[in-house]
């Protein structure tokens, strides 16, 4: 069985409350609730974090290393902005799939940018809550193609 390491990355656990016409208003619960119902379809184990900090996102994704097969993230703002994220996702080496609810190429300038695009297998973004479904499905079958 696959195993995926979920990271939701800053203010995503405020889901549902902030600003819900750019964010939707699903919460980071039926999101993953959603996710874990793909999972069982799909065959795939699934654990989830989500930090505002971004040492403990690094933190869980080094802890990945070795114990899974994939990573799903969205790294909320820090997709702009963190060089960390990057080098840990590059030094893990695991394939990785970046995922945001927005589109954050039709968004302000300065989140047209990913740090994380150039170490993941590809992105997803603009499709709300549906950008996780998408992801985990695009993760699976290149991890699939892989073995």
Known sequence: MLRVQVVHGPNLNMLGLREPDIY???????????????????GVS?????????????????AAFGQKDGILINPGAYTHTSVALRDAIAAVGLPTVEVHLSNIHKREAFRHH?????????????????SYRLG??????HLNDRH
């Open 24 to 42: 939707g208003r699903q919460t980071l619960a039926t999101i993953e609730a959603s996710l874990e119902t793909e999972a069982i379809a799909l």
């Open 46 to 62: 699934l654990d989830y974090f989500q930090s505002n900090s971004e040492g403990a996102l690094v933190d869980c994704i080094q």
């Open 114 to 130: 990913s740090y994380i695009a150039a170490v993941a297998v590809g992105q997803i973004c603009g499709f709300g809550a549906d």
């Open 136 to 141: 985990l499905h695009a993760l699976v079958t």
